[in-house]
């Protein structure tokens, strides 16, 4: 009995859980099995499991390094699908744990209700960025128009059929664990589908907003693994009892050594820094512009403190790398959190990874833990610092507007330029 109890103080069991897990039918944890190739295991036999770990989690980082790049010279088009195949892998395998804990009731409709309201969150979300983004292509086909003209109406009227389905699906004896999987779903939903949509913005936004948030959280987990792999001595924490203080410190200098590269290199690539846009004229989608003042070199003075060490007293440097050290100073110091809370998360159900999609590493989910905070993250910075205004957007709203109004709007400007002394007075215009 004794021996029982410290191991449930060691795994973070409380007699509440223990009473909750007795109400809920008792848990039954996502069983976890070897699931390297068996290539990998005959050639990396010989080496110890901590080794043979190693090996397994480089080869494969290396197959994803490749995979990203491939992604990103296919296009913006194409990310944007990887980014909704991740969203629908990561939802699965959240959603999936809850029902092995909790299949023992056999609920009624709630893998069902549980993708049904995926698809109607995703229509909203899409449907505000298609409306947002590409709002002339929208104004020029009919259904388009009148989709958009009531898409909020009817993105409630989905959700609110799903909240009746769910609501006649309860069964008596039951509702207080219907409940709790009915808040699971949406407690997913927000935490996966809202912050996917927010990486698809960033990616409106520029590749560069897309690219270089992301490479960060993976220099800075590859990184911080090989620090705390080679030098790692003292613990991070109880939660994740493998990083260690070594690797995170590690791993922050070494990505925001890296983020200024990697900003230096593709700020100077138009397809890189320009926004995704619709042309009218061809019909498709184009990355061409004039770069911002972001992505043109400029000359700044070096501190005086600096001066002597580096024997420079001005350096040539694109504005984008200075936000690039807030970007992976981000990635670095709270980006980590997020793979914390997934940690805490995985204890609570006893379970190693979501899943075991990639061998060596765990579940889709257990690779964009981090990536989901980074890019709520970058969403807010571009919100709160870069983005102004897009007259080009408001010129294609003002073009729909009925005559009157548009000459409404033409009479204010011009009145207000006017006041302004950017234009003569009303009687010379």
């Known amino acids: 009995l004794q021996e029982s109890e410290s191991e449930n103080k060691l ?13 809920f039918g008792g848990s039954s944890p996502v069983p976890t099995s070897d699931d390297t190739p068996e290539v990998l295991n005959r050639a990396l036999s010989n080496l110890s499991s ?4 190693w090996w397994v989690r480089g080869i494969l980082t290396l197959a994803m390094i490749t995979f990203f790049f491939i992604i ?5 088009m194409v990310l944007m699908t990887i980014v909704m195949c991740v969203q629908i892998k990561c939802f699965h395998e959240i959603i999936t744990i809850g029902y092995n804990v909790y299949h023992s009731y056999d609920l009624p409709w709630f893998r069902t209700l549980s993708w049904y309201f995926l698809l109607c969150v ?6 505000e960025t298609v409306t947002d983004y590409f709002f002339t292509l929208v104004q020029r086909e009919e259904p388009l128009r009148i989709l958009s003209k009531y898409h909020r109406f009817i993105s409630f009227a989905l959700y609110l059929t799903g909240f009746c389905m769910f609501v006649l699906s309860l069964v008596k004896k039951h509702y207080r664990l ?29 590749m560069i907003w897309f690219i270089v948030p992301i490479s960060c959280v993976i220099c800075n987990d590859i990184m911080a693994y090989m620090f705390g792999f080679f030098f790692g001595r003292t613990a991070w924490g109880k939660l994740s009892p493998k990083k260690t203080w070594e690797g995170f410190i590690g791993g922050f200098f070494s990505t925001v050594l ?3 590269l990697l900003s230096y290199v593709m700020s100077g690539y138009r397809c890189f820094t320009c926004p995704v846009e619709f042309n009218n004229d061809t019909n498709s989608f184009t990355v061409d512009c004039e770069p911002s003042e972001l992505f ?7 501190p005086v403190v600096l001066q002597s060490v580096v024997g420079w007293k001005t350096v040539r440097m694109y504005p984008f790398q200075i936000h690039s050290i807030a970007l992976s100073t981000f990635a670095s110091l709270i980006g980590p959190f997020g793979g914390f809370f997934a940690s805490g998360f995985k204890r609570a159900f006893k379970i190693k990874d979501f899943a075991n999609t990639i061998p060596g590493h765990g579940g889709i989910m257990d690779r964009f833990d981090c990536q989901y905070l980074m890019a709520t993250f970058v969403n807010v910075y571009i919100a709160s610092f870069i983005r102004g205004p897009n007259p080009s957007k408001l010129i294609q709203q003002f073009l729909t507007l009925r005559p009157d109004q548009q000459l409404h709007i033409f ?16 009687e010379d215009a």
């Open 296 to 302: 043109q070199l400029q000359e700044y003075n070096i």
């Open 411 to 426: 009479n204010t400007l011009k009145a207000h330029l006017v006041d302004r002394g950017v234009l003569g007075s009303l």
């Open 50 to 53: 901590r080794w043979k770990n």
């Open 72 to 76: 990103i010279y296919l296009g913006p």
């Open 11 to 23: 795994d973070g069991e409380t007699a509440s859980d223990s009473e909750s897990k007795s109400e």
């Open 178 to 206: 219907q409940f709790y999987m009915f808040g699971w779903t949406h407690v997913t939903l927000l935490i996966v589908v809202t912050q996917s949509h927010l990486i698809i913005h960033n990616l409106f936004e520029g």
């Open 122 to 127: 995703n229509y909203f979300f899409y449907g």
């Open 258 to 260: 890296f983020g200024l």
